[in-house]
Protein backbone atom coordinates (compact mmCIF):
# COMPACT_ATOMS: atom_id res chain seq x y z
CA UNK A 1 0.00 0.00 0.00
CA UNK A 2 2.89 2.03 1.29
CA UNK A 3 4.56 1.69 -2.16
CA UNK A 4 1.44 2.37 -3.99
CA UNK A 5 1.02 5.85 -2.43
CA UNK A 6 4.17 6.32 -2.77
CA UNK A 7 4.11 5.44 -6.64
CA UNK A 8 1.30 8.05 -7.72
CA UNK A 9 2.71 10.81 -5.38
CA UNK A 10 5.67 10.29 -7.82
CA UNK A 11 3.84 9.97 -10.84
CA UNK A 12 2.12 13.23 -9.92
CA UNK A 13 5.17 14.86 -9.39
CA UNK A 14 6.85 13.81 -12.58
CA UNK A 15 3.46 14.72 -14.24
CA UNK A 16 3.11 18.18 -13.10
CA UNK A 17 7.14 18.55 -13.65
CA UNK A 18 6.15 17.51 -17.10
CA UNK A 19 3.21 19.48 -17.80
CA UNK A 20 5.36 22.96 -16.09
CA UNK A 21 7.87 22.08 -18.93
CA UNK A 22 5.27 21.52 -21.31
CA UNK A 23 4.16 25.42 -20.29
CA UNK A 24 7.53 26.40 -21.15
CA UNK A 25 7.18 25.77 -24.76
CA UNK A 26 7.44 28.48 -27.22
CA UNK A 27 6.80 27.84 -30.88
CA UNK A 28 6.74 30.02 -33.92
CA UNK A 29 5.18 32.08 -35.41
CA UNK A 30 4.60 34.58 -33.07
CA UNK A 31 2.59 37.67 -32.44
CA UNK A 32 3.75 41.00 -30.71
CA UNK A 33 1.64 43.57 -29.18
CA UNK A 34 1.75 46.09 -27.01
CA UNK A 35 -0.24 46.66 -23.63
CA UNK A 36 0.26 50.50 -23.10
CA UNK A 37 0.97 51.30 -26.97
CA UNK A 38 5.04 52.70 -25.73
CA UNK A 39 6.89 52.61 -28.72
CA UNK A 40 9.02 49.90 -26.82
CA UNK A 41 7.45 47.36 -28.73
CA UNK A 42 8.79 48.23 -31.82
CA UNK A 43 12.45 47.95 -29.87
CA UNK A 44 11.42 44.04 -29.45
CA UNK A 45 10.07 44.16 -32.98
CA UNK A 46 13.54 44.98 -34.14
CA UNK A 47 15.09 42.69 -31.49
CA UNK A 48 13.02 39.82 -33.01
CA UNK A 49 14.12 40.51 -36.24
CA UNK A 50 17.63 40.60 -35.76
CA UNK A 51 16.86 36.82 -34.27
CA UNK A 52 15.48 35.69 -37.72
CA UNK A 53 12.34 35.11 -35.28
CA UNK A 54 9.02 34.45 -37.54
CA UNK A 55 6.84 37.23 -35.59
CA UNK A 56 4.35 39.75 -36.68
CA UNK A 57 3.61 42.76 -34.97
CA UNK A 58 0.01 44.20 -34.35
CA UNK A 59 0.48 47.10 -32.07
CA UNK A 60 -3.78 46.99 -30.96
CA UNK A 61 -3.67 43.37 -31.72
CA UNK A 62 -7.45 41.99 -30.81
CA UNK A 63 -8.77 38.14 -30.29
CA UNK A 64 -9.29 37.48 -34.08
CA UNK A 65 -5.28 38.30 -34.88
CA UNK A 66 -4.36 35.12 -33.07
CA UNK A 67 -5.24 33.12 -35.43
CA UNK A 68 -2.55 31.09 -36.71
CA UNK A 69 0.03 32.01 -34.02
CA UNK A 70 1.69 29.49 -31.31
CA UNK A 71 3.13 32.24 -29.00
CA UNK A 72 2.12 35.91 -28.24
CA UNK A 73 5.02 38.51 -26.99
CA UNK A 74 3.76 41.53 -24.93
CA UNK A 75 5.53 44.30 -24.47
CA UNK A 76 4.28 46.39 -21.32
CA UNK A 77 4.17 49.99 -21.01
CA UNK A 78 2.42 53.46 -20.71
CA UNK A 79 2.96 56.13 -23.32
CA UNK A 80 0.52 58.86 -23.88
CA UNK A 81 1.74 59.72 -26.83
CA UNK A 82 1.07 55.98 -28.11
CA UNK A 83 -2.52 56.10 -27.06
CA UNK A 84 -3.04 59.87 -28.37
CA UNK A 85 -1.86 58.37 -31.35
CA UNK A 86 -4.32 55.52 -31.55
CA UNK A 87 -6.69 57.67 -30.53
CA UNK A 88 -7.81 55.59 -27.66
CA UNK A 89 -8.25 55.72 -23.74
CA UNK A 90 -6.11 54.09 -21.21
CA UNK A 91 -9.12 52.14 -20.37
CA UNK A 92 -9.75 51.25 -24.22
CA UNK A 93 -6.42 50.01 -24.02
CA UNK A 94 -6.78 47.69 -20.43
CA UNK A 95 -9.65 46.34 -21.91
CA UNK A 96 -8.34 45.56 -25.29
CA UNK A 97 -5.11 43.77 -23.24
CA UNK A 98 -7.53 41.98 -21.19
CA UNK A 99 -9.67 40.87 -23.85
CA UNK A 100 -6.86 39.51 -26.22
CA UNK A 101 -4.78 37.87 -23.01
CA UNK A 102 -8.26 36.32 -22.20
CA UNK A 103 -8.51 35.05 -25.70
CA UNK A 104 -4.66 33.50 -25.78
CA UNK A 105 -5.50 31.52 -22.74
CA UNK A 106 -8.78 29.98 -23.94
CA UNK A 107 -6.96 29.26 -27.32
CA UNK A 108 -3.62 27.83 -25.08
CA UNK A 109 -1.47 30.45 -26.90
CA UNK A 110 1.30 31.13 -24.14
CA UNK A 111 2.29 34.71 -23.59
CA UNK A 112 6.17 36.07 -23.09
CA UNK A 113 6.21 39.23 -21.04
CA UNK A 114 9.29 41.26 -22.55
CA UNK A 115 9.30 44.58 -20.21
CA UNK A 116 12.38 46.81 -21.68
CA UNK A 117 11.61 50.34 -20.36
CA UNK A 118 13.60 50.31 -17.13
CA UNK A 119 11.73 52.73 -14.78
CA UNK A 120 10.88 54.81 -17.66
CA UNK A 121 7.59 52.46 -18.27
CA UNK A 122 7.34 51.32 -14.47
CA UNK A 123 4.86 53.01 -11.95
CA UNK A 124 2.28 55.25 -12.02
CA UNK A 125 -0.12 54.26 -15.73
CA UNK A 126 2.70 51.48 -16.53
CA UNK A 127 1.96 49.32 -13.88
CA UNK A 128 -1.36 48.33 -14.43
CA UNK A 129 -0.55 46.78 -17.63
CA UNK A 130 3.01 45.43 -16.19
CA UNK A 131 0.56 43.58 -13.63
CA UNK A 132 -2.06 42.57 -15.70
CA UNK A 133 0.67 40.96 -18.66
CA UNK A 134 2.90 39.55 -15.82
CA UNK A 135 0.18 37.75 -13.95
CA UNK A 136 -0.79 35.95 -17.52
CA UNK A 137 2.88 34.93 -18.71
CA UNK A 138 4.49 31.79 -18.93
CA UNK A 139 7.94 33.44 -19.35
CA UNK A 140 9.19 37.02 -18.54
CA UNK A 141 12.04 38.64 -19.93
CA UNK A 142 13.14 41.98 -18.08
CA UNK A 143 16.00 44.48 -18.42
CA UNK A 144 17.17 44.71 -14.60
CA UNK A 145 16.42 48.46 -14.16
CA UNK A 146 12.19 47.69 -14.27
CA UNK A 147 13.16 45.67 -11.58
CA UNK A 148 14.89 47.34 -9.33
CA UNK A 149 11.60 46.90 -6.43
CA UNK A 150 11.67 43.50 -7.06
CA UNK A 151 8.39 43.87 -9.04
CA UNK A 152 8.48 41.37 -11.49
CA UNK A 153 10.51 38.78 -9.36
CA UNK A 154 7.93 38.72 -6.56
CA UNK A 155 5.41 38.08 -9.34
CA UNK A 156 7.82 35.77 -10.86
CA UNK A 157 8.54 33.93 -7.49
CA UNK A 158 4.58 34.09 -6.45
CA UNK A 159 3.27 32.40 -9.29
CA UNK A 160 5.98 30.11 -10.21
CA UNK A 161 6.42 32.27 -13.44
CA UNK A 162 10.59 31.52 -15.40
CA UNK A 163 12.25 35.15 -14.78
CA UNK A 164 15.30 36.23 -17.20
CA UNK A 165 17.06 39.62 -16.11
CA UNK A 166 19.28 40.94 -18.27
CA UNK A 167 21.76 44.65 -18.13
CA UNK A 168 20.55 46.08 -21.44
CA UNK A 169 17.56 45.94 -24.07
CA UNK A 170 20.51 44.57 -26.57
CA UNK A 171 20.61 41.57 -24.73
CA UNK A 172 17.18 40.48 -24.60
CA UNK A 173 17.87 39.80 -28.08
CA UNK A 174 19.44 36.64 -27.47
CA UNK A 175 17.51 34.72 -24.58
CA UNK A 176 14.48 35.89 -27.06
CA UNK A 177 15.95 33.82 -29.97
CA UNK A 178 16.27 30.97 -27.72
CA UNK A 179 12.88 30.70 -25.94
CA UNK A 180 12.17 29.05 -29.76
CA UNK A 181 15.21 27.01 -29.99
CA UNK B 1 -0.73 120.50 2.50
CA UNK B 2 3.30 120.17 1.98
CA UNK B 3 3.34 116.76 3.80
CA UNK B 4 0.74 115.65 1.30
CA UNK B 5 2.68 116.99 -1.76
CA UNK B 6 6.09 115.20 -0.41
CA UNK B 7 4.52 111.94 0.14
CA UNK B 8 3.44 112.30 -3.64
CA UNK B 9 6.70 113.26 -4.57
CA UNK B 10 8.56 110.48 -2.82
CA UNK B 11 6.27 107.44 -3.80
CA UNK B 12 6.45 109.32 -7.83
CA UNK B 13 10.94 109.01 -7.34
CA UNK B 14 10.24 105.22 -5.81
CA UNK B 15 7.71 104.53 -8.50
CA UNK B 16 10.19 105.57 -10.67
CA UNK B 17 13.58 104.18 -9.78
CA UNK B 18 11.74 101.03 -9.46
CA UNK B 19 10.60 101.49 -13.03
CA UNK B 20 13.92 102.27 -14.27
CA UNK B 21 15.68 99.80 -12.86
CA UNK B 22 13.12 97.44 -14.27
CA UNK B 23 13.21 99.34 -17.75
CA UNK B 24 16.92 98.52 -17.48
CA UNK B 25 16.58 95.22 -16.55
CA UNK B 26 13.95 94.45 -19.18
CA UNK B 27 15.59 95.75 -21.82
CA UNK B 28 18.83 93.49 -21.55
CA UNK B 29 17.09 90.85 -21.90
CA UNK B 30 17.02 92.20 -25.51
CA UNK B 31 21.00 91.65 -25.76
CA UNK B 32 21.74 88.60 -27.42
CA UNK B 33 24.42 86.16 -25.74
CA UNK B 34 27.60 86.39 -28.01
CA UNK B 35 28.60 82.70 -29.02
CA UNK B 36 32.12 81.97 -30.32
CA UNK B 37 31.95 79.15 -32.72
CA UNK B 38 34.68 76.46 -33.20
CA UNK B 39 37.62 77.10 -36.00
CA UNK B 40 35.56 74.35 -38.30
CA UNK B 41 32.64 77.35 -39.02
CA UNK B 42 32.49 78.19 -42.49
CA UNK B 43 29.70 80.57 -42.83
CA UNK B 44 26.76 82.34 -40.92
CA UNK B 45 23.61 83.71 -42.33
CA UNK B 46 20.33 84.70 -41.20
CA UNK B 47 17.12 82.61 -40.94
CA UNK B 48 15.11 85.74 -43.05
CA UNK B 49 17.53 85.28 -45.82
CA UNK B 50 15.15 82.09 -46.39
CA UNK B 51 12.52 83.83 -45.67
CA UNK B 52 12.24 87.71 -46.24
CA UNK B 53 8.97 88.21 -43.93
CA UNK B 54 10.71 88.15 -40.24
CA UNK B 55 13.77 90.29 -41.54
CA UNK B 56 13.90 93.03 -38.73
CA UNK B 57 11.88 91.12 -36.04
CA UNK B 58 13.02 89.77 -33.04
CA UNK B 59 12.19 86.46 -34.74
CA UNK B 60 14.78 86.71 -37.05
CA UNK B 61 18.17 84.34 -35.70
CA UNK B 62 21.51 83.74 -36.45
CA UNK B 63 21.99 80.18 -38.55
CA UNK B 64 25.48 78.83 -38.42
CA UNK B 65 27.04 76.55 -41.01
CA UNK B 66 29.52 73.79 -40.68
CA UNK B 67 30.45 72.53 -44.54
CA UNK B 68 33.17 70.17 -44.52
CA UNK B 69 33.35 70.57 -48.46
CA UNK B 70 33.10 66.72 -48.58
CA UNK B 71 29.97 66.01 -50.54
CA UNK B 72 27.56 63.98 -48.47
CA UNK B 73 24.06 64.19 -46.53
CA UNK B 74 23.20 67.48 -44.43
CA UNK B 75 21.92 67.84 -40.69
CA UNK B 76 20.31 70.62 -39.06
CA UNK B 77 20.92 70.80 -34.84
CA UNK B 78 17.82 73.49 -33.50
CA UNK B 79 18.09 74.43 -29.89
CA UNK B 80 16.18 77.41 -28.05
CA UNK B 81 12.48 76.74 -29.47
CA UNK B 82 11.70 77.37 -25.76
CA UNK B 83 14.43 79.27 -24.40
CA UNK B 84 13.48 78.29 -20.80
CA UNK B 85 15.11 74.75 -21.34
CA UNK B 86 18.17 76.09 -20.58
CA UNK B 87 19.79 72.26 -21.88
CA UNK B 88 17.82 73.07 -25.13
CA UNK B 89 20.27 76.48 -25.64
CA UNK B 90 23.36 75.30 -24.26
CA UNK B 91 23.71 72.23 -25.58
CA UNK B 92 24.11 73.83 -29.33
CA UNK B 93 26.08 76.20 -27.83
CA UNK B 94 28.64 73.44 -27.36
CA UNK B 95 28.05 71.87 -30.37
CA UNK B 96 28.10 74.94 -31.87
CA UNK B 97 32.00 75.67 -30.08
CA UNK B 98 33.51 72.33 -30.75
CA UNK B 99 32.16 71.00 -34.23
CA UNK B 100 34.42 69.32 -36.70
CA UNK B 101 32.68 68.23 -39.78
CA UNK B 102 34.76 66.27 -42.32
CA UNK B 103 31.76 64.83 -44.39
CA UNK B 104 28.51 66.68 -45.47
CA UNK B 105 27.47 70.08 -44.00
CA UNK B 106 26.15 70.56 -40.56
CA UNK B 107 23.57 73.80 -39.83
CA UNK B 108 22.99 75.00 -36.10
CA UNK B 109 20.55 77.67 -34.98
CA UNK B 110 21.13 78.06 -31.34
CA UNK B 111 18.18 80.59 -30.87
CA UNK B 112 15.25 78.97 -32.77
CA UNK B 113 12.35 81.18 -31.47
CA UNK B 114 14.95 84.23 -30.60
CA UNK B 115 11.84 86.75 -29.77
CA UNK B 116 10.86 84.14 -26.73
CA UNK B 117 14.74 84.66 -25.61
CA UNK B 118 13.68 88.20 -24.72
CA UNK B 119 11.27 88.22 -22.19
CA UNK B 120 10.70 85.44 -19.44
CA UNK B 121 7.47 83.61 -18.40
CA UNK B 122 5.02 85.45 -15.94
CA UNK B 123 4.26 84.14 -13.09
CA UNK B 124 6.88 82.02 -12.80
CA UNK B 125 9.41 83.33 -10.94
CA UNK B 126 12.03 82.20 -13.59
CA UNK B 127 16.27 83.64 -13.12
CA UNK B 128 16.65 85.81 -16.55
CA UNK B 129 20.05 84.94 -16.63
CA UNK B 130 22.47 81.91 -15.52
CA UNK B 131 26.16 81.64 -15.43
CA UNK B 132 28.37 79.02 -16.34
CA UNK B 133 32.21 79.06 -15.24
CA UNK B 134 34.52 78.42 -18.08
CA UNK B 135 37.97 77.75 -18.33
CA UNK B 136 38.94 81.06 -18.78
CA UNK B 137 35.75 83.15 -17.23
CA UNK B 138 32.21 82.93 -16.85
CA UNK B 139 29.45 82.90 -19.76
CA UNK B 140 25.99 84.53 -18.64
CA UNK B 141 23.39 83.29 -21.13
CA UNK B 142 19.90 84.59 -20.67
CA UNK B 143 16.89 81.64 -19.76
CA UNK B 144 14.18 82.73 -21.78
CA UNK B 145 10.06 82.16 -21.90
CA UNK B 146 8.46 79.06 -23.42
CA UNK B 147 6.92 81.86 -25.90
CA UNK B 148 7.31 84.70 -28.58
CA UNK B 149 7.32 87.67 -26.50
CA UNK B 150 4.18 89.31 -26.71
CA UNK B 151 5.61 92.49 -27.74
CA UNK B 152 6.17 91.04 -30.87
CA UNK B 153 3.25 89.39 -31.06
CA UNK B 154 0.00 89.95 -28.99
CA UNK B 155 -2.81 89.83 -28.44
CA UNK B 156 -3.77 85.70 -28.17
CA UNK B 157 -6.79 84.39 -29.23
CA UNK B 158 -9.26 83.02 -26.59
CA UNK B 159 -8.58 79.56 -28.57
CA UNK B 160 -5.61 79.16 -30.92
CA UNK B 161 -6.89 77.04 -34.56
CA UNK B 162 -3.55 75.75 -35.27
CA UNK B 163 -2.67 76.14 -38.91
CA UNK B 164 -3.55 74.56 -41.47
CA UNK B 165 -4.66 71.35 -39.26
CA UNK B 166 -7.32 73.54 -37.31
CA UNK B 167 -6.56 71.80 -34.27
CA UNK B 168 -8.03 73.93 -31.43
CA UNK B 169 -4.97 74.48 -28.54
CA UNK B 170 -5.27 77.20 -25.78
CA UNK B 171 -5.07 80.56 -27.03
CA UNK B 172 -1.26 80.84 -25.15
CA UNK B 173 0.11 78.15 -27.61
CA UNK B 174 -0.61 80.94 -30.67
CA UNK B 175 2.89 81.66 -29.17
CA UNK B 176 4.84 78.54 -29.20
CA UNK B 177 6.93 77.79 -32.20
CA UNK B 178 6.81 73.94 -31.91
CA UNK B 179 2.82 74.41 -32.25
CA UNK B 180 3.24 76.34 -35.18
CA UNK B 181 4.99 74.49 -37.80
CA UNK B 182 4.77 74.17 -41.30
CA UNK B 183 3.84 77.86 -40.89
CA UNK B 184 2.60 80.30 -43.52
CA UNK B 185 4.61 83.40 -44.66
CA UNK B 186 1.61 85.74 -44.11
CA UNK B 187 0.63 84.32 -40.51
CA UNK B 188 1.74 85.93 -37.24
CA UNK B 189 5.73 86.26 -36.06
CA UNK B 190 5.71 82.77 -35.22
CA UNK B 191 3.78 81.06 -37.84
CA UNK B 192 6.46 82.77 -40.17
CA UNK B 193 9.67 81.85 -37.93
CA UNK B 194 8.05 78.25 -38.65
CA UNK B 195 7.45 78.70 -42.02
CA UNK B 196 11.22 79.84 -42.04
CA UNK B 197 12.64 77.28 -40.77
CA UNK B 198 10.96 75.04 -42.99
CA UNK B 199 12.09 77.07 -46.21
CA UNK B 200 15.50 76.71 -44.62
CA UNK B 201 15.15 72.62 -44.72
CA UNK B 202 13.59 72.40 -48.23
CA UNK B 203 16.17 74.95 -49.76
CA UNK B 204 19.71 73.15 -48.16
CA UNK B 205 17.92 69.83 -48.56
CA UNK B 206 18.27 68.80 -44.79
CA UNK B 207 18.83 65.23 -44.26
CA UNK B 208 18.47 65.09 -40.80
CA UNK B 209 16.95 67.40 -38.28
CA UNK B 210 17.45 67.72 -34.56
CA UNK B 211 14.83 69.86 -32.28
CA UNK B 212 16.14 70.02 -28.52
CA UNK B 213 14.14 70.22 -25.57
CA UNK B 214 13.66 69.79 -21.51
CA UNK B 215 10.91 68.47 -19.77
CA UNK B 216 9.23 69.09 -16.06
CA UNK B 217 9.69 65.80 -14.53
CA UNK B 218 6.24 64.48 -14.23
CA UNK B 219 5.41 64.50 -17.32
CA UNK B 220 4.98 61.46 -19.85
CA UNK B 221 7.23 62.62 -22.33
CA UNK B 222 10.52 63.17 -20.75
CA UNK B 223 14.15 61.16 -21.52
CA UNK B 224 12.49 60.20 -24.73
CA UNK B 225 13.47 60.20 -28.76
CA UNK B 226 10.26 61.17 -30.53
CA UNK B 227 10.48 60.62 -33.80
CA UNK B 228 8.48 60.04 -36.96
CA UNK B 229 6.68 56.88 -37.84
CA UNK B 230 8.76 56.78 -41.21
CA UNK B 231 12.25 56.47 -39.45
CA UNK B 232 11.49 54.15 -36.65
CA UNK B 233 14.18 52.07 -37.51
CA UNK B 234 16.61 55.41 -36.80
CA UNK B 235 15.69 55.57 -33.97
CA UNK B 236 15.57 52.42 -32.70
CA UNK B 237 19.15 51.88 -33.39
CA UNK B 238 20.42 55.33 -31.64
CA UNK B 239 18.38 53.85 -28.22
CA UNK B 240 20.21 50.51 -28.67
CA UNK B 241 23.52 52.39 -29.20
CA UNK B 242 23.03 54.98 -26.28
CA UNK B 243 21.87 51.76 -24.43
CA UNK B 244 24.91 50.28 -24.84
CA UNK B 245 26.60 53.70 -23.53
CA UNK B 246 25.07 53.59 -20.30
CA UNK B 247 22.18 56.08 -21.53
CA UNK B 248 18.41 55.17 -21.11
CA UNK B 249 16.19 56.63 -23.53
CA UNK B 250 12.48 55.68 -23.88
CA UNK B 251 11.47 55.44 -27.67
CA UNK B 252 7.91 57.67 -28.48
CA UNK B 253 6.41 57.94 -31.94
CA UNK B 254 5.47 61.07 -33.21
CA UNK B 255 1.03 61.08 -32.62
CA UNK B 256 -0.02 61.61 -35.88
CA UNK B 257 -3.25 63.55 -34.64
CA UNK B 258 -1.13 66.13 -32.82
CA UNK B 259 -0.33 69.05 -35.30
CA UNK B 260 2.18 72.13 -35.09
CA UNK B 261 5.18 69.97 -33.96
CA UNK B 262 8.23 69.42 -35.26
CA UNK B 263 8.80 65.96 -35.36
CA UNK B 264 5.46 65.77 -36.76
CA UNK B 265 5.38 68.66 -39.76
CA UNK B 266 9.08 68.38 -40.30
CA UNK B 267 8.75 64.69 -41.39
CA UNK B 268 5.06 65.47 -43.44
CA UNK B 269 5.98 68.27 -44.82
CA UNK B 270 9.73 68.38 -45.54
CA UNK B 271 12.28 65.87 -46.46
CA UNK B 272 14.08 65.57 -43.49
CA UNK B 273 14.03 63.10 -40.77
CA UNK B 274 12.82 64.87 -37.35
CA UNK B 275 13.99 63.94 -34.16
CA UNK B 276 12.91 65.73 -31.09
CA UNK B 277 14.61 65.00 -27.84
CA UNK B 278 13.53 65.90 -24.24
CA UNK B 279 15.44 65.73 -20.83
CA UNK B 280 14.12 66.35 -17.50
CA UNK B 281 14.42 69.71 -15.97
CA UNK B 282 13.05 69.97 -12.38
CA UNK B 283 13.56 74.03 -12.76
CA UNK B 284 10.11 73.59 -15.27
CA UNK B 285 8.18 71.31 -13.21
CA UNK B 286 5.27 72.10 -10.57
CA UNK B 287 6.04 70.31 -8.48
CA UNK B 288 9.28 72.78 -7.81
CA UNK B 289 10.48 74.99 -4.80
CA UNK B 290 12.36 78.02 -5.16
CA UNK B 291 13.17 78.85 -8.44
CA UNK B 292 16.51 80.07 -8.43
CA UNK B 293 20.01 79.56 -10.73
CA UNK B 294 20.80 76.81 -8.50
CA UNK B 295 17.35 74.60 -9.61
CA UNK B 296 18.06 75.25 -13.56
CA UNK B 297 21.99 74.65 -13.11
CA UNK B 298 21.84 71.67 -9.92
CA UNK B 299 18.62 70.47 -10.53
CA UNK B 300 18.56 69.79 -7.31
CA UNK B 301 14.55 69.05 -5.74
CA UNK B 302 13.60 67.02 -2.60
CA UNK B 303 9.57 67.79 -4.07
CA UNK B 304 10.91 65.48 -6.72
CA UNK B 305 12.35 62.85 -4.31
CA UNK B 306 9.16 63.04 -2.11
CA UNK B 307 6.82 62.92 -5.32
CA UNK B 308 8.85 59.71 -6.63
CA UNK B 309 8.73 58.39 -3.61
CA UNK B 310 4.88 58.01 -3.52
CA UNK B 311 4.77 55.85 -6.72
CA UNK B 312 1.88 58.18 -7.93
CA UNK B 313 3.32 58.96 -10.68
CA UNK B 314 6.62 58.30 -13.06
CA UNK B 315 8.89 60.57 -12.41
CA UNK B 316 11.86 60.97 -13.94
CA UNK B 317 13.74 62.36 -11.60
CA UNK B 318 17.53 60.66 -10.08
CA UNK B 319 17.43 60.90 -6.14
CA UNK B 320 20.79 60.89 -5.44
CA UNK B 321 22.24 62.98 -8.11
CA UNK B 322 19.22 65.38 -9.45
CA UNK B 323 19.64 66.47 -12.96
CA UNK B 324 22.12 68.81 -13.54
CA UNK B 325 23.06 70.94 -16.34
CA UNK B 326 25.49 68.59 -17.41
CA UNK B 327 24.14 65.31 -17.20
CA UNK B 328 21.01 67.25 -19.72
CA UNK B 329 23.92 68.73 -21.99
CA UNK B 330 25.68 65.62 -22.24
CA UNK B 331 22.22 63.23 -22.57
CA UNK B 332 22.20 65.73 -25.71
CA UNK B 333 25.29 65.46 -27.46
CA UNK B 334 25.28 61.99 -27.08
CA UNK B 335 21.76 61.71 -28.22
CA UNK B 336 22.31 63.94 -31.31
CA UNK B 337 25.92 61.89 -32.38
CA UNK B 338 24.07 58.61 -32.01
CA UNK B 339 20.52 59.85 -33.93
CA UNK B 340 23.36 60.45 -36.54
CA UNK B 341 25.77 57.17 -36.31
CA UNK B 342 22.47 55.33 -36.94
CA UNK B 343 21.26 57.57 -39.89
CA UNK B 344 24.58 56.94 -41.49
CA UNK B 345 24.12 53.34 -41.46
CA UNK B 346 20.68 53.73 -43.13
CA UNK B 347 22.07 56.38 -45.56
CA UNK B 348 25.46 55.30 -46.66
CA UNK B 349 25.44 57.72 -49.76
CA UNK B 350 24.84 60.99 -47.63
CA UNK B 351 27.03 60.06 -44.98
CA UNK B 352 27.10 63.00 -42.08
CA UNK B 353 30.61 63.17 -40.04
CA UNK B 354 31.07 65.01 -37.22
CA UNK B 355 33.87 65.39 -35.02
CA UNK B 356 35.34 66.45 -31.36
CA UNK B 357 31.98 66.97 -29.64
CA UNK B 358 32.34 66.05 -25.84
CA UNK B 359 31.10 62.85 -24.56
CA UNK B 360 28.87 62.16 -21.83
CA UNK B 361 31.19 61.29 -19.54
CA UNK B 362 33.66 64.07 -20.33
CA UNK B 363 30.95 66.65 -19.81
CA UNK B 364 29.42 65.14 -16.69
CA UNK B 365 33.67 64.65 -15.16
CA UNK B 366 34.63 68.60 -16.40
CA UNK B 367 31.36 70.23 -16.40
CA UNK B 368 29.87 72.23 -19.30
CA UNK B 369 31.92 75.07 -18.93
CA UNK B 370 35.17 73.51 -20.07
CA UNK B 371 33.55 72.82 -23.32
CA UNK B 372 33.12 76.83 -23.80
CA UNK B 373 35.43 78.66 -25.95
CA UNK B 374 35.67 81.98 -23.86
ZN1 LIG C 1 10.29 72.44 -25.14
Redesign the interface.
Known amino acids: MKTGISTIVTIMILFLAGSSLLAQKFEQPVLISSAGQ???V??VK?LAQRQGLNATTVLMAKPDDLTGFKTLVIVPG?????L??A?ISQQDEIERVQSLIKAANNLKIPIVLMHI??????????DSFNQLVADNSKYMLVVK?GDEDGFFSSIASTKNIPLTLVE???ETAEPLGNLFK | MIRNHLSTIIITIITATMGVIAAISFGKMHQPEELFPSEGLTGKVMLSDYFEGIKGTNGDTEVYLFDSGVEGGTALVCGGAHPNEAASFLSTVVILENLKVTCGRVFIIPRLNNSAFTCSDPMEGFPASYEIPTKIGIRKFRLGSRVTNPLDQWPDPLVFSQYPSNQQLSGFETRNINRSYPGRPDGNLTERIAYAIIQLIDKEKVNIAFDIHESSPEVPIVNVIVYHENYEEIAMGAILGLEMAGLQFSPETSPMNFHGLSHREWGDYTNAIPFLMETSNPSMGRLRGKTDVDLVLRGYCDNYKKAKETGALRIAYREDTGEPIAHRVGRHIAGVVELINSYNLYYPDMQIVIENLPDYDMIMEKGVGEFLNN
Open positions: SADKLMFSSKGGAGGGNARRQGQSQKIA
